[in-house]
């Protein structure tokens, strides 16, 4: 019983880590494209290898090995804890759909 409460309060303590770390992102490490890399990423991506969030304009192929699994959820784990830095992704933007900036201008 007291490694299953450890292990629920550890699982909660990274849970509540990786929600509170927001570092600048790499294009390859916005899932969601909303510009940062963020637990709401990791959440999409571990959403998409289940098959419960299939949004086609989200990158899921983190790790660009032509596959979406559980190496691209870790990649994307570590990236976000700083244990290693995915390449940035050079991402040319539409000029017929607005940026953050452009509908924060809006408002």
Same mark, same amino acid.
């Given at each position: 019983?007291?490694?299953? #409460? ?14 509170? #770390? ?60 700083? #244990?290693?830095?995915?390449?940035? &992704?050079?991402?040319? &933007?539409?000029?017929? &759909? ?7 201008? &809006?408002?």
């Amino acid at each position: 019983m007291k490694k299953i #409460i450890v292990s629920v309060i550890t699982i909660c303590f990274i849970i509540s880590t990786l929600a509170t #770390i927001c570092v600048s992102a790499a294009p390859s490490a916005d899932v969601n494209r909303d510009r940062r890399s963020s637990a709401n990423d990791i959440l999409a991506l571990s959403q998409h290898i289940l098959g419960v969030n299939t949004i086609n304009n989200y990158k899921y192929d983190v790790n660009d090995d032509g596959t979406v699994d559980s190496a691209d959820l870790v990649a994307l784990q570590n990236h976000i804890i700083g #244990i290693s830095v995915i390449e940035e &992704e050079i991402v040319e &933007e539409d000029p017929f &759909e607005p940026g953050i900036e452009d509908a924060e201008d &809006e408002l």
